[in-house]
């Protein structure tokens, strides 16, 4: 290769660079003045009311020593997280178009909206917004303090839409369960009482020793402990399916929804929760204690209503997660296993005889 040569090809990759750079520039600069040419319907920040309007009715929240609060209950157990959420949704809303010259209100749905929402933000700026004719791809927007009409994501008409009042309360969790938590558990139903309690059962097992010493004596017996479970005073055998699958049930309990909060006497009657199913009574960790009431089923058959502890609210609880404890019994917890392979051996013995 010639000096000429090798100049020229040291310029052209010097080109490829430069050009790569220059095009991986122009792209930031085009992705920064989308960033910096986003158009907000609203733009506020620390949220201290929260107020919104659907077919359901209204609804407004206030936020009193950095706690949500219902302006209808203050004893209502606002979900924090939710609630900031939604004014979130409702306080920062980026426009998809600006419409600077509307038709009439009455095109878009703005006329007489059935959504409408308003924030209060900490500095004490109040913004109402209605929200019109929603799309596949997007909703009409208006303020009430301007004549602009703007088009936004769906996102906040679909969560609006059919929004209550106990969408918007907390849910209380369940502790960590599981055969190492637990120590023990009672489920009451029917007249019948089933208790699981459980113990440590030494295991023998050995130890190596050290190389150097005699063979009778280089291994030693330790005693191990493995946790071992009866009901009602009669063992439970380890490879028990009904057991496995009532431990795996407890460790996963979660509800679905809050029902009521106020859990008054006729809503406790009206649920079962008066003559329930079952009660399970589990201890855990350090003597801690938990207590689920069963009450009935639902109208749908798909969720149980129950309460935890001492929580008055009555929740919902899907039948599914919770039918090896429903239809528990001593027999099935103490039913040993029927090993395949001697079953498979039984079958050919008694069809070759």
Same mark, same amino acid.
């Given at each position: 290769m010639t000096k000429q040569t090798k100049t020229l090809a040291a310029l052209a990759a010097a080109l490829v660079v430069c050009g790569g750079a220059y095009a991986a520039l122009r792209v930031w600069n085009d992705q920064q003045a989308q960033v910096d040419d986003t158009v907000y319907v609203t733009q506020l920040s620390d949220f201290t009311a929260l107020s919104f309007t659907n077919a359901q009715g209204e609804l407004s929240f206030t936020k009193a020593e950095d706690a949500w609060q219902y302006d209808g209950d203050a004893s209502f157990p606002a979900d924090q997280e939710a609630v900031e959420d939604l004014a979130e949704q409702v306080g920062s809303l980026a426009a998809i178009r600006v419409i600077d010259d509307p038709e009439d209100l009455s095109a878009y749905g703005l006329d007489e909206p059935t959504l409408q929402a308003s924030v209060t933000a900490g500095d004490g700026t109040a913004v109402t917004l209605l929200l019109g004719d929603v799309s596949d791809s997007y909703c009409y927007a208006k303020r009430t303090d301007s004549d602009t009409v703007y088009t936004v994501s769906t996102d906040l008409p679909e969560n609006l839409e059919s929004l209550e009042l106990l969408d918007l309360a907390a849910i209380p969790g369940f502790p960590d369960l599981?055969? *190492?938590?637990?120590?023990?558990?009672?489920?009451?139903?029917?007249?019948?009482?089933?208790?699981?309690?459980?113990?440590?059962?030494?295991?023998?097992?050995?130890?190596?020793? *050290?190389?150097?010493? *005699?063979?009778?004596?280089?291994?030693?017996?330790?005693?191990?402990?493995?946790p071992a479970w009866d009901v009602n005073g009669t063992a439970i055998p380890s490879d028990n399916s009904a057991f496995t699958s009532l431990m795996a049930q407890i460790s996963s309990l979660a509800f679905d929804a809050c029902y009521d909060y106020k859990g008054e006497a006729d809503t406790l009657a009206e649920c079962g929760l008066d003559t329930p199913v079952g009660v399970l009574t589990v201890t855990y960790g350090e003597g801690e204690t938990l207590t689920l009431t069963i009450g009935a089923l639902d109208g749908t058959g798909d969720s149980y209503y129950a309460q935890l502890s001492d929580d008055q609210a009555v929740y919902l609880l899907s039948a599914d997660s919770v039918d090896t404890l429903v239809s528990l019994s001593a027999q099935e917890l103490t039913a040993a296993e029927e090993d395949e392979a001697e079953t498979t051996s039984d079958a050919s013995s008694s069809s070759a005889s």
């Open positions: 599981g055969t *190492d938590t637990i120590s023990s558990l009672t489920w009451e139903s029917g007249g019948t009482t089933l208790t699981l309690t459980k113990t440590e059962a030494e295991t023998a097992g050995t130890e190596s020793g *050290d190389s150097s010493a *005699d063979a009778s004596s280089s291994s030693e017996s330790v005693e191990e402990t493995e």
